[in-house]
């Protein structure tokens, strides 16, 4: 059974830096497409960012384009997410995922909520908070 521990995250200042890390164990995530998710006070869990196993092809949100940064590392078996320029509207519960489904391809699950990607292995959440 494929398990997903997470590190990283905090609070920041707007304009600040943070990183997620995401350990596996249980199974290599080399077989999976990874998956960041975030979610907002009051909002429904969504696609932020993913990378492809097939090629590694990355998709980003819109929302995030530019400042954040995926990646994996299968050496270690982990994935990263670094993120940049962080924004007020950053603040939300932020989730590793291990994709089992398609919604990765061409990006198609970015910006949809988590319930439409079929079943993932999530991370347990952590907390990025960006006030000043």
């Known amino acids: 059974q494929l398990r997903l521990v997470e590190s990283g995250g905090g609070l920041v200042q707007p304009g600040g830096s943070l990183r997620l890390s995401c350990a596996a164990s249980?199974?290599?995530?080399?077989?999976?497409?990874i998956g960041w998710f975030r979610q907002a006070p009051g909002k429904e869990r969504e696609g932020v960012s993913c990378?492809?196993?097939?090629?590694?092809?990355?998709y980003y949100a819109d929302s995030v384009k530019g400042r954040f940064t995926a990646s994996t590392d299968n050496t270690q078996n982990t994935m990263h997410l670094q993120m940049n320029d962080l924004k007020t509207e950053d603040t939300a519960v932020y989730y590793c995922a291990a994709v089992e489904g398609p919604a990765c391809a061409a990006g198609w699950g970015i910006g949809r909520p988590s319930a439409d990607w079929g079943h993932n292995y999530y991370g347990q959440g952590r907390q990025v908070t960006v006030s000043s």
């Open positions: 990378i492809m196993r097939s090629d590694g092809s990355t």
């Open positions: 249980g199974a290599t995530l080399a077989r999976y497409a």
